[in-house]
């Protein structure tokens, strides 16, 4: 299994972007899915995860502005994100559970810079 995550870049504040996580490989084993961030000099800390159920949780910092889901086949998880703010800059990566063993998956990293 491999995540492969895109859309990051320079926003101004207040703006929209949308990042993308495809998996390739075999889905089967592929329970939860979600994003976390890590800013300069923070630790990584967690921004959403979709269940396989459904189930969707967001930190409390990003609730009412960004959104995660999940396409049909569940191999492309979404994270759109809007009304941007400075301290939202950070590497955003995407990450799946395996369901069966636990094991986590991560994709690259993809930069998200909110500046005017």
């Known amino acids: 299994v491999q995540l492969q995550a895109s859309g990051g870049g320079l926003v101004q504040p207040g703006g929209s972007l949308r990042l993308s996580c495809a998996v390739s490989?075999?889905?089967?084993?592929?329970?939860?899915m979600g994003w976390y961030r890590q800013a300069p000099g923070k630790q990584r800390e967690l921004v959403a995860t979709?269940?396989?159920?459904?189930?969707?949780n967001y930190a409390d910092s990003v609730k009412g502005r960004f959104t995660i889901s999940r396409d049909n086949a569940g191999r492309t998880v979404y994270l759109q994100m809007n009304s941007l703010k400075p301290e939202d800059t950070a590497v955003y990566s995407c990450?799946?559970?395996?369901?069966?063993?636990?094991?986590?998956?991560w994709g690259q990293g993809t930069l998200v810079t909110v500046s005017s």
């Open positions: 990450n799946a559970v395996n369901r069966i063993n636990g094991n986590h998956y």
């Open positions: 490989g075999s889905i089967y084993s592929i329970g939860a």
């Open positions: 979709s269940g396989r159920d459904g189930r969707l």
